[in-house]
Nanobody, 123 residues
Framework: QVQLVEPGGGLVQAGGSLRLSCAAFGRTFSNYVMGWFRQAPGKEREFVARISSTSGSMTYYADSVKGRFTISRDNAKNTVYLQMNSLKPEDTAVYYC???????????????WGQGTQVTVSS
């Protein structure tokens, strides 16, 4: 069992930056693939980014955030991050971190989820 806790997101102007963090409690954090997803009002939850287990040497991004967002992990702190730059109003959503065993892009492939944190980008 893994618990994922996401401190608050925030409100930022378009073009600005924000870093999300997600702390894991429970089983060995480094063993898990970690992902970020987001869900905007009236839309389905969508994949944002993922990072491989252990060293985190492999990352993968949705086309909509590629070149603007960076996922990273610090196994010593049991934390995964999402650095978001050049934010756009369409990035506004509730952001969720997730942990699983499969290096996938589908929500069903992840077993544990954070509570979600709101990110609002104003124009």
């Amino acid at each position: 069992q893994v618990q994922l806790v996401e401190p608050g997101g925030g409100l930022v102007q378009a073009g600005g930056s924000l870093r999300l963090s997600c702390a894991a409690f429970g089983r060995t954090f480094s063993n898990y693939v970690m992902g970020w997803f987001r869900q905007a009002p009236g839309k389905e939850r969508e994949f944002v980014a993922r990072i491989s287990s252990t060293s985190g040497s492999m990352t993968y991004y949705a086309d909509s955030v590629k070149g603007r967002f960076t996922i990273s992990r610090d196994n010593a702190k049991n934390t995964v991050y999402l650095q978001m730059n050049s934010l756009k109003p369409e990035d506004t959503a509730v952001y969720y971190c997730a942990a699983g065993w499969i290096f996938g892009t589908r929500a069903l492939q992840y077993d544990y989820w954070g509570q979600g944190t709101q990110v609002t980008v104003s124009s």
